[in-house]
Each structure stands twice: as structure tokens, then as C-alpha cells.
């Protein structure tokens, strides 16, 4: 039998490499032929001698490259600063474009976007819904990741060329884990940790804003990794069975959780290891937010999390009986934890 060739953009990420590592793990992974694209010649070394995966290096703006990786599969899995790159999408429709011209195939797109499309500053009561469509429809078209949403869904509704999946991940959490992130490929640490820790560690306590902060749905990694896979055997075995183009919209979320509940968390886990000066949140003054989060990135990250994104995730359950194993509950304890992780990899930089 052939195999299915898939690629892979973002082997080196949290999301990309614990896709990976359960691809390689997969009971069906000897039919699979996975080809990713990398910026680090030394990490491609390792997937390519370790792990056996085929790597081109190169960034997802060399848009030549990309288009040419994405012509070669039929089915593309794209987690490489995904949610907002449009170089990124024009190459992969290109690619997409030709090999359905070419051979004939539909392949399929799983794009990954991201649930701060819902944000709402205001902290309103907005449910965005998967399976109820018309409320991600009336996103409007510059909302954050939108447009690359709608380049996504153009391929498959006007250009007729692939297949497409949106998975909008919400709060993602807990520490990437497997042979990769031990070979020290693919980064554990999810991003949301990753700048809270650092403002918290710049100020010496935890923030919050004096207006107080929002609820955000959040999922675990694991589950998270499990979706994108439980996706892809349902696209092999009846790519008919899977909703694409604008209906194939899956919301990756195992619950709501408040931010000032996981901040709380986030205060325990650096007080305890000693890195903060208090375990309560300190409000933050009017504007100061800003200089701990730095430039517009991380400044802007911080916005997102302090507001409510709200959306519920059915069509995964519902087409291919993806079935999260966390609770909602789960993210507290786990931010100590992941919190403890990241210290000691920001230790271990200092010391080297
Ligand atoms: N983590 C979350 O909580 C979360 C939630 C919702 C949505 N998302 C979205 O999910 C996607 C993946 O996020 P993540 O958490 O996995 O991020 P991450 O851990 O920072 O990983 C990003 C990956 O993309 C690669 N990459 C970035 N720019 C690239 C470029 N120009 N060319 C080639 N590779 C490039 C990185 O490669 P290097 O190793 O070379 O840097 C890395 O492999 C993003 O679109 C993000 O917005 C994430």
C-alpha cells in the first residue's frame, strides 16, 4: 500500500511537536511519510537521524520552498505561527492548488488558528459555538487570525482544490512530553506561561489588571494532540465523515476556566519556588501592564488573556468522537506545574 504523505509545519513548537510525537507513535505510523519544514539546521539533524522524519530547512516565508512541501502532501498540518501568517497560507494554497491540478487529489488542510478570534474586551456574555456557525460568521473579517481563517476557506469553497479544517485551540496548557521534547526538538512550554512568567518575574508579583480579567475555555495539550490525530484517522478512513470548508470549523476546549483563577495559580507556583514576593495578585496601576509585557507582542498577549474568549467545541465529539480526558479543573494544578517547568529552563539558560 502507499503511503500518506503528510506535512508537518512546526516540528520544533509546542503544538507541532506533540502532534509529532504522536504521529510517530501512531499504530498505523509506518504508512505515514511526514515531511516538516524547520529553521534550526541542528534540530532538522536530529528529526532526520533520530526520528526518521524528512526535513527541509527553511522558514514558512520562504514561500517557494513551502509551496513545494505543501504540492507533496496529501494532508497538511500547519502549526508554524499558523494563526497569522499570510505568506504562510498563500504558499500552502499554491502547493495545494498545483497537486490537485496535477494528480488529481483533494488533499486536506488542517489549519490551526486560535480562540483569541473571540476575545472580547468588553467581558461580555458572547458563546461562539462550532456547530452553531452563524456566530463565527458574523466574526468580522479583521477580527484577530480572521483573515487567515478566510484565505483557509476560500481554498476549499471558491478554489475547490482541498479539503479544509480549522482548529481554533483556546487556552492551550500543561508541558509538551516524549522523546522529542526530551532530544530537545520541539519546545514544552505553552506561550500563555511562558510571558506571565516572565512579567511576574520582572516585577516580583503577579498582575492583574484593576478592572480584574476574564474566563477563557482551555484545553490540555494531550487532549489537544488527540483531537488533531483522532481528525486525521477520520480523514483517512472516510475523508466524507469530516466537515471542511467553512462547517469544518473545530473549537479545541475542555471548559472555561477565569483568568484570575489561573493567575492565582500561577502566584502559588512562583511563590512556592521563592521567585515572587507574594502569593496574592497584585492589581496592576492604570498602564503599567505594559511595561512588563514589553513590546506590542507580548503587551498585546496580555490583552488577549485579561478579556473573555467564550466558545463552546461540539464537532470534534460529534464527527469523530473526540472525547477530552481534563476538566477545566485541571488547569491550576497544572500551571503550578507547568510554572516549576519553566523556571527551571529559564535556571538552567542562566547558568549556561
Ligand atoms: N499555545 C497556545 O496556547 C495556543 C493557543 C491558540 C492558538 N495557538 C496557535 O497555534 C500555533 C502554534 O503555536 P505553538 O504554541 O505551538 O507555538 P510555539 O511553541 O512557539 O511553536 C511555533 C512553531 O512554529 C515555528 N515557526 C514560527 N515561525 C516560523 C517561520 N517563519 N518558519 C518556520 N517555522 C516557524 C517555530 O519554529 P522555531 O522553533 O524555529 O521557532 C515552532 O516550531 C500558532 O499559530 C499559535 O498562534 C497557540
Not at 500518506?4 to 513548537?13: H, K
Not at 508554524?80 to 488533499?107: C, F, M, Q, V, Y
Given at each position: ?16 511537536g506533540s502532534?509529532l510525537q504522536r504521529?510517530l507513535q ?150 509538551g512530553h516524549g522523546p522529542l521534547f526530551d532530544?530537545?526538538?520541539s ?166
Open positions: 500500500m502507499s503511503k500518506v504523505n503528510i506535512l508537518l509545519t512546526g516540528a520544533t513548537g509546542y503544538i507541532g502532534i504521529l501512531h499504530p498505523n505510523a509506518q504508512k505515514f511519510e511526514i515531511a516538516t519544514l524547520v529553521r534550526d539546521p541542528a534540530k532538522a539533524k536530529i528529526l532526520e537521524e533520530k526520528f526518521g522524519v524528512k526535513t527541509t530547512l527553511g522558514s514558512v516565508t520562504d514561500q517557494d520552498k513551502l509551496a513545494a512541501l505543501a504540492e507533496g502532501a496529501h494532508v497538511i498540518i500547519h502549526t508554524a505561527d499558523s494563526a497569522d501568517n499570510a505568506d504562510a497560507i498563500h504558499a500552502i494554497r499554491r502547493g495545494l492548488k498545483s497537486r490537485h491540478e496535477k494528480t488529481g487529489d483533494l488533499p486536506h488542510l488542517i489549519h490551526t488558528s486560535g480562540a483569541a478570534i473571540f476575545m472580547d474586551p468588553k467581558n461580555s456574555s458572547n458563546v461562539y459555538s462550532d456547530v452553531e456557525l452563524a456566530s463565527i460568521e458574523a466574526l468580522p473579517p479583521d477580527a484577530l487570525h480572521r483573515g487567515i481563517e478566510l484565505l483557509v476557506i476560500d481554498a476549499d469553497e471558491n478554489g475547490g482544490y482541498a479539503r479544509t479544517h480549522i482548529v481554533t485551540p483556546t487556552l492551550v496548557y500543561g508541558f532530544a530537545g526538538v519546545n514544552p512550554y505553552t506561550m500563555a506561561i511562558q510571558f506571565f512568567v516572565q512579567a511576574a518575574l520582572k516585577r516580583g508579583s503577579v498582575g492583574i489588571p484593576p478592572e480584574g480579567a476574564g474566563t477563557w475555555m482551555g484545553v490540555h495539550i494531550d487532549d489537544l494532540a488527540d483531537l488533531y490525530v483522532g481528525m486525521i484517522d477520520a480523514i483517512l478512513s472516510d475523508p466524507d465523515k469530516v466537515s471542511h470548508g467553512r462547517a469544518g470549523y473545530f473549537i479545541a476546549e475542555n471548559g472555561s476556566q477565569g483568568i484570575r483563577e489561573v493567575l492565582q495559580s500561577l502566584a502559588e507556583g512562583l511563590f512556592a519556588l521563592g521567585r515572587v514576593s507574594t502569593a496574592d495578585l497584585v492589581p496592576y496601576a492604570p498602564g503599567e501592564a505594559a511595561q512588563y509585557f514589553g513590546g506590542e507582542g507580548p503587551q498585546f498577549f496580555s490583552t488577549i488573556l485579561f478579556s473573555s474568549a467564550v466558545c463552546k467545541g461540539e464537532r470534534a465529539r460529534r464527527e469523530f468522537g473526540w472525547t477530552p480526558k481534563h476538566t477545566s479543573q485541571d488547569i491550576l494544578e497544572s500551571v503550578k506545574q507547568d510554572v516549576k517547568e519553566y523556571v527551571k529552563k529559564i535556571d538552567g539558560a542562566k547558568r549556561a
